[in-house]
């Protein structure tokens, strides 16, 4: 078993920057792959990016490239998402999620067989 805990979530301005934390406790050396999804209300979960569990290989869903960076020291330490230039359309639940292989192509839910519960980040105008 796998416990994912996000944390970080909040109010921000249009124009301002935000960093999510994600905890992973539990089996975590057999999931290689965390990526970073978010949730608007009305709309389907959106892949925003994932990190190979090192720390060393990212890729990003081209809505958000350039603007959110994900990272990680190490395996042991907690994955960030750092937003940027955040607006209004980013208000949604996000959510990090573990997944087994890390291949540079984990856009699909079915991917992630461990989710976190999800923070609220909400931008105003």
């Known amino acids: 078993q796998v416990q994912l805990e996000e944390s970080g979530g909040g109010l921000v301005q249009a124009g301002g920057s935000l960093r999510l934390s994600c905890t992973a406790s539990?089996?975590?050396?057999?999931?290689?792959?965390l990526g970073w999804f978010r949730q608007a209300p009305g709309k389907e979960r959106e892949f925003l990016g994932a990190?190979?569990?090192?720390?060393?290989?990212?890729y990003y869903a081209e809505s958000v490239k350039g603007r959110f960076t994900i990272s990680r020291d190490n395996a042991q330490n907690p994955v960030y998402l750092q937003m940027n230039s955040l607006k209004p359309e980013d208000t949604a639940v996000y959510y990090c999620?573990?997944?087994?292989?890390?291949?540079?192509?984990?856009?699909?839910?079915?991917?992630?067989?461990?989710w976190g519960q999800g923070t609220q980040v909400t931008v105003s105008s």
């Open positions: 539990g089996r975590t050396s057999r999931r290689n792959a």
């Open positions: 990190i190979e569990s090192s720390g060393s290989r990212t």
């Open positions: 999620a573990a997944g087994k292989f890390f291949s540079g192509h984990n856009y699909y839910l079915d991917d992630y067989d461990y």
